[in-house]
């Protein structure tokens, strides 16, 4: 690694809801123990730091998320597309040199300026996403995803949150801190195929030897949680409402919805892999209705018993907490499913 790669973001760098990147060598020490193949199937990716951490073991690797943030930052860490690195840094250096007092304002810095950012913060990230915009036909496909999803991290490192996008602190003068950095992407293989879509659709079209399968348990839509990260990476401008200045929903997940335990049972029932490994919490007694589970751990385990004998692993583990919610005894858990195989009941 040369000096000045140093700060460049690597996948976890990323403050994300329900990211596994803490029990990773636990659930990297499960899954080699108890399954075997050389595909892996990451079907609720998230971050893809479980993916990234992963990938070391197998020769395919198949990463989805259905928001358009996660999947660019796929495509930019580990697309098959050649990038310039020189490119990318000479972008790098013409986006440290945007000087907001410059800069009139734009559709970021109106909405979310003095927000989610310093208002001259915002104003150099609405006049960045233009000019990616602007520079798209002269970049090949993955030096576009590269810089994307380091407008991505640089945000997200300095934004006035606890972490996701339901709020913003009330401060009065937020400071300016924004500084564009690089992601240090990963050299060009065919290892990876990156889907965004649905996870239910998907399972139907794709085969592996291991999923990995994370989904959403409880109310809190990621598409609402991370609507500015969308915002800016899609860059439609939507015209945005209320005091957290979402657009209009999309990507609503069925999992956080009240008929769950039916679309996990139907994605287990159509998912054509060898391995099936679930990670759980048991957050379903929380006092908080946002943060209580829509599935149970019954439901999961007769889901999973129905397609193949199942082993569940628990861990102790300290859990996202906005602050109001307490949650006694916070367990994770790790069910491993060898499909096809009688169950013994
Ligand atoms: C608990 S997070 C996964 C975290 C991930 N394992 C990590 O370590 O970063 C669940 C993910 O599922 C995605 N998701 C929710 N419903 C989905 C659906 N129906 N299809 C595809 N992705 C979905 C969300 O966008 C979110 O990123």
């Known amino acids: ?3 000045e790669d140093v700060n460049m973001y690597s996948i976890s760098n990323r403050r994300y809801t329900g990211s596994k990147y803490k029990l990773l060598d636990w659930i990297e020490k499960l899954i080699l123990e108890n399954c075997e193949g050389d595909s892996f199937f990451d079907v609720f990716a998230g971050t893809g730091v479980v993916s990234a951490h992963m990938s070391k073991h197998y020769k395919k690797v198949i990463m989805n998320d259905f928001l358009y943030s996660n999947e660019i930052i796929y495509k930019a860490f580990f697309g098959n597309g050649e990038f310039d690195k020189a490119v990318i840094e000479k972008y790098r ?5 945007i000087n907001p007092n410059r800069l009139k304002d734009n559709y970021f810095s109106e909405n979310f300026g003095g927000k989610y950012f310093s208002n001259n913060d915002a104003k150099i990230i609405g006049k ?13 496909d993955r030096e576009y995803c590269i810089l994307l999803a380091s407008l991505v991290y640089s945000m997200d490192k300095v934004a006035n949150t606890v972490g996701h996008y339901d709020a913003y602190r009330k401060i009065k003068n937020i400071d300016d801190k924004f500084v564009y950095e690089l992601i240090n992407p990963e050299k060009p293989s065919d290892k990876f195929s990156i889907y965004r879509m649905d996870a239910n659709q998907l399972v139907r079209k794709v085969k592996a030897d291991i999923a990995f399968i994370d989904p959403p348990y409880n109310s809190r839509q990621y598409s609402r949680f991370y609507h500015i990260l969308e915002n ?3 860059w439609k401008k939507p015209k945005l409402e209320g005091t957290a200045l979402k657009p209009q929903a999309e990507n609503m997940s069925e999992y956080c919805r009240s008929d769950a335990p039916e679309v996990f ?9 060898k391995y099936i490994v679930v990670t ?3 957050t379903y007694n929380s006092k908080s209705s946002s943060s209580r589970n829509k599935i149970t751990l019954e439901q999961i385990k007769d889901i999973l018993s129905a397609k193949g ?13 906005a602050g ?15 499909v096809g195989e009688d169950d013994g009941k």
């Not at 250096?93 to 040199?97: A, M, N, P, T």
């Not at 004998?309 to 300290?318: A, F, G, L, S």
């Not at 109001?324 to 060898?338: A, R, S, Y």
């Open 265 to 273: 049972a139907d994605l287990i029932k159509n998912i054509d892999v």
């Open 324 to 338: 109001k919610t307490e949650f006694d005894n916070h367990k994770e858990f790790v069910f491993i499913t060898k």
């Open 309 to 321: 004998k199942t082993t569940i692993y628990e861990k102790r583990h300290q859990c996202f907490n």
């Open 232 to 234: 800016i990476v899609q």
């Open 1 to 3: 690694m040369r000096k």
């Open 280 to 282: 759980y919490n048991n």
């Open 93 to 97: 250096e013409q986006f440290r040199k």
């Open 128 to 140: 960045i996403r233009e000019k990616i915009k602007k520079s798209k036909r002269s970049l090949s």
